[in-house]
């Protein structure tokens, strides 16, 4: 059996938070990511656990924490959702010591799945930093078409950054 054939995406809840806030505080991890995305401490990761529990009773967004057995190895997010589109966006993070083993392929496919078994949507986006080319090949090793950069989409620490728009027909 594959390493990799026994994951599985658990809703998040406040005992995932010391793995959430240390798995982010990796300086390899940050390197592509948001300020913002990036809990300042423990308080701060619980308090963003609470927001998206709420959120997913409201279904607005989801928040799952990608679990292998009891270990947990990242986490996979959909948000954006828009009923009247039938579209979503798909984010995700592997802890960096499960790099490169296809945990990362394999979360993005259950996270597809998922909005289209349960959410029952019709196209998902996602955005990655132009260089991150693990995040680029998860995204298209699962069937996201590359439609090109975004100039400023985000700002970010004070400067507008560049991402890269996938995108996917479910
Ligand atoms: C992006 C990320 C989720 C990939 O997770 P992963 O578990 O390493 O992904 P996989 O093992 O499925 O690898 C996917 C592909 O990327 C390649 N890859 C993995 N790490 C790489 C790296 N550092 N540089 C270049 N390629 C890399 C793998 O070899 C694989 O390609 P292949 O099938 O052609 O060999 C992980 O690097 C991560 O969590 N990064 C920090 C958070 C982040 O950037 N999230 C994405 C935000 S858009």
Redesign the pocket.
Known sequence: MKETSRIKLVPVNESDAEFIFEMMQDKD?QK??LERLIPKNLNETKNGIKKSVKEMKNKFSYYFIIKKGKTRI?IVEVYKIMQKDKRCSI????KKE????????LACKLGVNFIKTKLKLHSIEAV?EPN????C??LE?NGFEKIGIIKDYYLNKGKYVNRTLYWKII
């Open positions: 991890y592509y990511y990242g984010g995700y993070g592997i499960y790099w490169g083993k296809g945990y990362g392929t990655t991150n080319i693990a995040s090949k998860v090793k």
